[in-house]
């Protein structure tokens, strides 16, 4: 057989995605994102890199980290750990795990979406109608308030039905779908209040420090209380001297307090969506003082001590993260909301490659049986798995996450390039008075009228259910594609190889 410059095309295609996917074989965990003003962060932990060991015994995987991290933490007392970093080692004192978030080494460049790795996605509407430059200031201040809470891997984007109506499409690894329910179905309006009169609100303008971590933030105490276990917190936040003059000018005009002298007769008291979530007693000494320094108290319960410390510290993440960020723009409404386990996700990933194992060898036995050369048979297998791999690499190469529906897309290019195979296979061994060209190219005419036929109906999916399709349009569209310019011609070169032979 021949080798056309058409093979060497397929050849070509086929090395330079093996060199996109790049197949890795490293060790450790992946450090994904690192909460500022952490101790971590402090120490020089950063996104990107990889931890290979902990307390000098080795990390091959997220389990190893897990379990050599949690037999250091949480203590009562402040404890060093020591991360081994290629090349290094950093060493933390606390007595918290350390405050990133890791994730398994990707084997390949191959970014698996929320339907193979767990997560969670929501489909989310505002109540009213949007411009497109308010939906691009919605979708700003939601990924901020995600990103502050702490959340790795979020992608917040707008999407759009048939019927135009616009969403915003929020999909995130790191949470449950209640994390994202409360952190984005309410406005989060933080207000502070003496009497009638608002001393200031989240957001930037008056608020221009908010403590995370270290001294001035984190729990303070833990105790029983009617068959409850409740542990406090406080963190301190710094005003803007707007705000700070504002609670000056409420103060003056305040009396002491009849049953307390030392505090003023009124009290600062905090608001969450229209809600009292705190009252703080104002020392006499701030009457009239344009004090910038503030702290903000609250806490958390549960039936056992670590249920009341973890519900204390996930109350903390929200009130400052909406003292960050401020409240969103607009009410939201959540539409749709789906969560995906890692564990799910797993059984996916191998289910799918026990179904192109089942399909391979079904494929092959029909093709087998049908045409009695195992030449044709082993061609029509290569090209089909040609296509996959090349479609697998550009999805790498432009970044896309390959969900389920991407999955099914690829599946669907692979179903529709066997057809075609095999619509070149018979014009080819076919009793037609003409040549072996020409009956080629009669078969290329019913692929290329099957490849825009194709074309022109996954183009409306991009739009379809709002969004949620694109992946199975997008990868079934660059799997034909690959067929008809690269794997089909490819194919039919080396058929007509084979038929001559």
């Known amino acids: ?288 003082r344009a004090t910038t320094q503030i702290s903000i108290q609250g806490a958390g319960k549960g039936t056992t001590r670590k249920e009341a410390y973890d519900d204390s510290i996930y109350n903390m993440k929200k009130l400052q993260t909406i003292l960050i960020t401020g409240s969103l723009p607009y009410k939201l409404e959540i539409v749709k909301i789906d969560t995906i386990s890692p564990a799910l996700g797993r059984e996916f990933t191998s289910n799918i490659l026990l179904l192109a194992l089942i399909v391979f060898i079904v494929v092959s036995i029909a093709l087998f049986v049908k045409y009695r050369r195992i030449k044709v048979t082993l061609a029509v297998i290569m090209t089909m798995f040609s296509e996959a791999f090349i479609t697998l690499s550009i999805a790498a190469l432009i970044k896309w996450n390959l969900d389920a529906p991407s999955i099914a897309g690829i599946i669907a290019g692979m179903g529709t390039g066997v057809n075609d195979q095999i619509v070149i296979i018979d014009e080819a061994v076919s009793d037609k008075q003409t040549s072996l060209k020409e009956r080629i190219k009669s078969a290329f005419f019913v692929v290329f009228g099957a490849f825009f036929t194709i074309f022109a109906a996954m183009l409306p999916l991009f739009w379809a259910g709002a969004g949620l399709l694109k992946g199975f349009a997008l990868t079934t569209l660059i799997g034909i594609s690959i067929g008809v310019l690269i794997t089909r011609p490819a194919f039919a070169d080396i058929i007509k190889g084979i038929v001559k032979d």
């Open 1 to 288: 057989m021949k080798t056309t410059w058409r093979i060497i095309v397929l050849i070509i295609a086929l090395l330079s995605a093996a060199l996109v996917i790049a197949p890795s074989f490293e060790k450790g965990v992946l450090i994904k994102s690192v909460e500022k003003n952490s101790t971590a962060y402090d120490q020089g932990l950063k996104p990107s890199m990889i931890i290979t060991s902990i307390n000098g015994e080795p990390v091959n995987n997220l389990a190893d980290y897990t379990r050599l991290v949690g037999a250091v933490y949480p203590s009562e007392n402040k404890t060093s750990i020591k991360i081994g970093i290629k090349d290094s080692e950093i060493i933390l004192y606390d007595n918290e795990a350390p405050k990133i978030t890791v994730f398994d080494i990707p084997k390949t460049k191959i970014k698996t979406g929320l339907d193979l790795s767990g997560g969670a996605r929501a489909l989310v509407k505002p109540e009213v109608a949007l411009s497109r430059s308010e939906m691009e200031d919605l979708i700003s201040v939601t990924s901020n308030r995600l990103n502050e809470f702490g959340i790795s891997d979020v992608t917040v984007r707008t999407v759009s039905d048939l019927s135009g109506n616009n969403y915003m499409l929020i999909e995130l690894a790191g949470a449950t779908p209640a994390d994202l329910s409360d952190l984005v179905s309410k406005q989060g309006k933080f207000e502070a209040k003496i009497g009638n009169d608002t001393v200031f609100i989240g957001g930037r303008e008056d608020i221009t420090y908010v403590a995370r971590t270290g001294d001035q933030a984190g729990i303070y105490s833990c105790d029983s209380y009617q068959g409850q276990e409740l542990c406090s917190f406080r963190f301190a936040i710094t005003l803007s001297e707007k705000a700070a003059e504002k609670q000056a000018k409420i103060t003056s005009n305040l009396s002491l307090d009849e049953t307390d002298p030392e505090y003023l007769s009124k009290k600062l008291d905090l608001y969450l969506d229209d809600k009292l979530v705190d009252s703080l007693s104002i020392s006499k000494d701030l009457k009239g």
